[in-house]
């Protein structure tokens, strides 16, 4: 370590050439020097200097040497004092170390001894002064630490979502305030206690204390919790693991949002399309009815003109009736209203009536419709028989319609372990891959120039889709354009 001597030396010493001999020495390797030849004077100079390393002779006139010490001691203690004394006084030196002085040079003293001990003296103050920043800014960091977890603090105490958090074995460790409002929590509820006692949904507690201890790293493969706490409240949760550097799981954290709005408003809006859907609908069947009756009974020279112009009417009619239809059907199955009456039904039969019905429609096309049954019979369904009627229905209706002229429509059904699988094939335009989530979504239609004039409401497959979620059942489709369409459906035989 390098040390650039820049300190303050202050020689005491009665004797002069002492004091002269100490300066020269002393300013030779850096040192700044001052000297007094008494006690008092002493302390007069540092009354009015920042003197770092003190000679101090101990036998002097007036004040000796050991008073100094003790009234430097109570001023500052931060000087290094270096008793200089003869043979004869070495106790006394003992006695002024012990009072606080670093070192002692005996008198005489060669300038190599004095550069050495006024050196290590220097050294001293070097390593306190370097000891006093570190701490200085231990003390910084530790407060800037502080600082920081006071204000993510703060910032969780403010999100006006709740937030609760875990440690590993499932304990509460944080809950903001959002948090004990949304559970309806007195505002002094401590943390501390199992999940349990701060959420009364049973299986996001199971879900939280799972995510705690590990169980679920995946970010993406924890399901989003929808729980309600009696009356209009519903709240959403989204459980998270909190992983640490090394990725080990370091607890959970719940994040909790009030979505009794938006459920209502949900409500509000299946109520309001229900409603408006009841009332278009029966003056639009009227004026359906009504414009066949006129075409029938059409007489006259541009009856053939009049015909066509009634019938694209009595198209366009037909079109609204049956999304009119779907909407009602939807808004049903939002209310989960539709599969109340499940009894126990033989599948082939209503899957014949269908395709009875349909029939027409196919041969319209020059298309095959065939049903193919295995050689077994199948056991009985327990379903609703009219959510069945409308769930193949639709996916029949659908093959039909995108499938060109001459088209083959084949309904398959087998049995696949305790589920029968029916299988709606068409040869047909097909779906493009990016199209294959899509079509679920309400009011989705693949536009292109195969199907772009083909009317439809874009909400069968949504009500396929609800129908089947209701019933425990399950649809896939695989398409390639140009090919085909399958649509395969999963029923339990029991539900
Ligand atoms: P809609 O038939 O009233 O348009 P759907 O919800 O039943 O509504 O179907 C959504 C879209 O999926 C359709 O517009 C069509 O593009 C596509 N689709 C459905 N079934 C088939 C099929 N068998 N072959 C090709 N495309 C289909």
Redesign the pocket.
């Known amino acids: 370590m390098e040390i650039r001597p820049d300190a303050l030396v202050l020689v005491v010493d009665d004797e002069q050439d002492i004091r002269d001999a100490s300066e020269r020495i002393l300013s030779r390797v850096g040192y700044q020097v001052q000297k007094a030849s008494r006690g008092d004077e002493a302390l007069d100079i540092l009354n009015k200097k920042s003197v770092d390393i003190m000679l101090l002779d101990l036998k002097m006139p007036g004040m000796d040497g050991l008073e100094v010490l003790e009234r430097i001691r109570k001023q500052n203690t931060k000087i290094q004092v270096i008793v200089i004394t003869g043979y004869a006084t070495v106790e006394t030196a003992i006695e002024a170390m012990k009072q606080g002085a670093y070192d002692f040079i005996p008198k005489p003293f060669e300038p190599d001894q004095l550069r050495i001990v006024v050196n290590r003296a220097w050294e001293k103050i070097h390593f306190i002064r370097e000891a006093e920043k570190l701490e200085l800014e231990r003390n910084r960091t530790l407060s800037d630490l502080d600082t920081e977890k006071s204000r993510i603090r703060t910032i969780i105490e403010s999100f006006p979502s709740g937030v609760m958090v875990t440690n590993p074995k499932g304990r509460v460790v944080l809950m903001n305030p959002a948090f004990k409002q949304l559970l309806g929590l007195d505002t002094d509820v401590k943390a501390g206690n199992r999940i349990e006692d701060y959420l009364p949904d049973e299986n996001l507690c199971r879900l939280i204390m799972e995510i705690s201890q590990g169980k679920h790293v995946d970010y993406d493969d924890i399901p989003d919790h929808e729980f309600s706490l009696g009356g209009e409240k519903h709240l959403l949760a989204r459980g998270q693991p909190v992983l640490g550097e090394r990725k080990e799981c370091l607890g959970a954290v719940l994040n909790i949002v009030d979505i009794s709005a938006m459920k209502l408003l949900d409500q509000l809006k299946s109520e309001f399309v229900a409603k408006v859907s009841h009332e278009l609908r029966s003056p639009l069947s009227t004026i359906h009815e009504q414009l066949a009756l006129v075409i029938k009974d059409m007489v006259g020279e541009d009856i053939a003109q009049d015909q066509h112009i009634l019938s694209r009417a009595r198209e366009k009619t037909k079109g609204l009736i049956s999304l009119i239809g779907d909407l009602l059907d939807l808004s049903r199955i939002e209310e989960g209203i539709i599969c109340h009456e499940p009894q126990s039904l033989r599948l082939e039969e209503i899957l014949e009536n269908i395709i009875d019905f349909l029939r027409t429609s196919a041969q319209k096309m020059n298309q095959s419709l065939t049903l193919l049954l295995p050689q077994d019979e199948l056991p009985e369904l327990t379903a609703d028989p009219i959510a069945l009627e409308s769930v193949f229905g639709?996916l029949i209706a659908?093959?039909i319609?995108?499938t060109q002229e001459g088209g083959e429509i084949i309904v398959t059904v087998d049995m696949a372990g305790i589920n029968v699988r029916i299988r709606v094939k068409?040869n047909?335009?097909?779906?493009a891959d990016k199209y294959l989530d899509k079509?679920f979504d309400r009011f989705?239609?693949?536009k292109d120039d195969k199907?772009r004039y083909i009317t439809?409401?874009?909400?069968?497959?949504?009500i396929v889709k609800g129908l089947l979620d209701s019933m425990g059942g399950l649809i896939d489709v695989e398409?390639e354009p140009g090919k085909g369409?399958v649509?395969t459906v999963l029923l339990p035989i029991k539900n």
């Not at 047909?428 to 779906?431: A, P, V």
């Not at 439809?456 to 949504?462: E, K």
């Open positions: 639709n659908n093959a319609n995108y068409d047909g335009f097909g779906i079509i989705y239609r693949v199907t439809g409401t874009g909400l069968g497959l949504p398409s369409s649509f």
